[in-house]
């Protein structure tokens, strides 16, 4: 209901929905993974230096780029990420309060973008140690996977997590429990103005003290998210793979352009759907928090 009365909430559910890494999952239709012998014949020259011990210029240039882009690409995005959901937060609040829904007026001013940052930033401290628990065993099934292959007819990705199920599920349960907490704390930041650590925390405190709202809410999030987004995503991948076969010489070309035109309908529906899907779990979180407000000035 908030989001519908609020369309805008969909530009900035996209915008936090693509910068947190839905750009990579929106461009696999069209993405061509480099294959083991492309990146040996595009990397093989800069990275065979190390082997008489002198690393060339390529290969710092190389190292360089590699890390600038990484810290751009995290910092960059985690800040237009931030500046996303708190303004996402404050419409939604701005609504409830309007349509009656809530006595939530969020204390002036909201915090700034940076401290929103900071915190998603904290909440991936958990992740980063589930991540470096399962590392060894998950780079050693990519490396067998990769040297042997067991199945060629199946992808690699899933060949891995078959091999190691265990870890790959640690880090997906901490990175859903550290994200439910940080979604949380950002809201408990723009409601009360509280320090940066201490909203993280509470977000967590909150997550221990209503464990089945708080998992249900993340559970609705993603589940919205995929309902949305994954028929959508099927419905591009197949107009991608038509459009492949059609623009080969030979077709005809108005039905070249027909496919294509079909395939960027159905991508560009992708993108309104992952805003809306983003919008109503961004929403969620919101009105998670804004009842315990309005039971407090209640009482």
């Known amino acids: 209901m908030v989001t519908l009365h609020r369309p805008v909430t969909w530009a900035l559910g996209l915008a936090s929905f693509l910068v947190g890494g839905g750009i990579l999952l929106l461009g696999l239709p069209v993405a061509v993974l480099p294959t083991p012998t492309g990146l040996q014949n595009g990397l093989g020259g800069p990275v065979s230096t190390l082997v008489v ?21 995290i910092v960059g995005g985690t800040l237009i990420g931030a500046w996303a959901e708190r303004e996402g937060v404050l419409v939604v609040a701005a609504t409830a309060e309007s349509e009656g829904l809530a006595t939530f007026r969020p204390r002036p001013p909201a915090p700034g973008v940076g401290r ?75 409601r009360d103005g509280t320090r940066l650590l201490g909203a ?4 967590w405190l909150e997550l221990g003290r209503h464990p089945l709202r708080s998992l249900g809410t993340a559970g609705f999030g993603l ?68 009842p315990a407000r309005g039971r407090d000035e209640r009482t």
């Open 200 to 203: 993280w925390l509470s977000g």
């Open 223 to 290: 589940l919205a998210l995929v309902l949305l987004i994954g028929p959508a995503m099927l419905v591009a991948v197949a107009a991608w793979g038509h459009v492949r076969m059609v623009l080969l010489p030979g077709h005809d070309p108005v039905g070249s352009v027909v496919a294509v035109t079909i395939w960027v309908a159905a991508w560009l529906g992708s993108l309104v759907l992952a805003g809306v899907a983003s919008a109503v779990r961004a929403a969620a979180w919101t009105l998670l928090v804004l």
């Open 53 to 73: 011990g002198t690393p060339s210029s390529a290969l710092i240039a190389l190292i360089v780029a590699a890390i600038v882009t990484l810290v751009a690409a």
């Open 116 to 190: 929103v940052a900071a915190l998603r930033l904290l909440s991936l401290i958990p992740v980063a140690i589930a991540a470096g628990l399962a590392w060894q065993p998950v780079y050693d099934a990519a490396y067998r996977e990769l040297i042997l292959p067991t199945d060629l007819a199946t992808p690699l990705v899933i060949r891995v997590i078959r091999a190691v199920p265990v870890p790959l599920a640690l880090i997906g349960v901490t990175w859903l429990l550290s994200d439910a907490a940080a979604s949380i704390g950002v809201r408990l930041l723009v």
